[in-house]
Nanobody, 125 residues
Framework: QVQLVESGGGLAQPGGSLRLSCAAS????????MSWGRQAPGKGLEWVSG????????LYADSVKGRFTISRDNAKNTLFLQMNNLKPEDTAVYYC??????????????????WGQGTQVTVFS
């Protein structure tokens, strides 16, 4: 069965960095676009970034553009999110999500069919 397991969350100060990982199994990882989403306390799920199955294209929400970098290692079935210059408003549970096609980055919930359990990122001042 499909499994997505996030790791790498934790505490950071404003301006700091964290790198999230998502280990995928149960499907042909390279055949699907993948995304990161997040949910802040008391708010809905927000799409953050996505990447094509072959890694050739990426897309970012305006709120993280220029600070976050999504990447993937298809040989290791792993998705990454490098987060730099973190801000308190980046505090959220971060989830990785499997898309439904190789070269379509979904930016809304229904364009993904599996989600991980999430990893907490807290940016404190």
């Amino acid at each position: 069965q499909v499994q997505l397991v996030e790791s790498g969350g934790g505490l950071a100060q404003p301006g700091g960095s964290l790198r999230l990982s998502c280990a995928a199994s149960g499907f042909t990882f390279s055949s699907y676009a993948m995304s990161w989403g997040r949910q802040a306390p008391g708010k809905g799920l927000e799409w953050v970034s996505g990447i094509y199955g072959d890694g050739s294209e990426t897309l970012y929400a305006d709120s993280v553009k220029g600070r976050f970098t999504i990447s993937r290692d298809n040989a290791k079935n792993t998705l990454f999110l490098q987060m730099n210059n973190l801000k308190p408003e980046d505090t959220a549970v971060y989830y990785c999500a499997k898309g439904k096609a190789p070269n379509k980055i979904g930016t809304i919930l229904r364009e993904h069919d599996y989600w991980g359990q999430g990893t907490q990122v807290t940016v404190f001042s």
